[in-house]
Nanobody, 125 residues
Framework: EVQLLESGGGLVQPGGSLELSCAIS????????ASWIRQAPGKELEWIAG???????YYPDTVKGRFTISRDDAKNTVYLRMNILEPEDTALYYC???????????????????WGQGTQVTVSS
């Protein structure tokens, strides 16, 4: 059974930083793509970072320059480093894996095969 377990969320002040982790079990994702997606209260899912198996990364303008996605295939783990956090970044953060990384852009949420349960990030003073 494939499981994704996010961790690292919490309460942080505006301007602060957090690093999220996504530990993957039951699947070796070395040849797959991974992304982080978030959902703020009352809003739709928002794709915020993606990484291909070769390490190429993509971000939307809303987080570009502040967030960094990375992967450690030996540890079967994906990370999201978040800097200069803003109250608007408050959301439930999910990681997701797409087994076949070809053909579709990373922001196609309907193409992801496995999702975690999410970790809450709250940015507030």
């Amino acid at each position: 059974e494939v499981q994704l377990l996010e961790s690292g969320g919490g309460l942080v002040q505006p301007g602060g930083s957090l690093e999220l982790s996504c530990a993957i079990s039951g699947f070796t994702f070395g040849r797959s793509a991974a992304s982080w997606i978030r959902q703020a209260p009352g809003k739709e899912l928002e794709w915020i970072a993606g990484i291909y198996s070769d390490g190429t990364t993509y971000y939307p303008d809303t987080v570009k320059g502040r967030f960094t996605i990375s992967r450690d295939d030996a540890k079967n783990t994906v990370y999201l480093r978040m800097n200069i956090l803003e109250p608007e970044d408050t959301a439930l953060y999910y990681c997701a894996i797409r087994v076949d990384e070809r053909f579709h852009l990373l922001d196609r949420l309907d193409k992801y095969d496995y999702w975690g349960q999410g970790t809450q990030v709250t940015v507030s003073s």
